[in-house]
């Protein structure tokens, strides 16, 4: 399903629309039908996730430490770890997954 999220509230990811993967989506976009996560779709110019240089087509793979498979499990996460100020985030951009922490 591709269920379709808008980010909000006080965390990096804010300004993100996301939605979930799926074989249909990753054939439209050219990505491995076997990856999992949610895709950024958009994101709010001058928002905070345009700030740490989100881009369309990233995907969320996992975040602190929980693997992201959908796009109400994302906004689980985000509402369990909304007062954090370091983010851990595993994310795929351009076929490489990379790892990063975002100092919020």
Known sequence: MRAKLSLGGSNPFSGLT???MSPALA???D???FVTGVVVRALSRN???ARYRFRPGDIILSVMD???TSTTQFQDVLDEFDENRNWDLTFERGGRVHKSRIRF
């Open 47 to 49: 928002s905070l996730s």
């Open 31 to 33: 990505f491995d039908p």
């Open 18 to 20: 996301v939605v979930n």
């Open 27 to 29: 054939e439209e976009l």
């Open 66 to 68: 929980t693997e992201i």
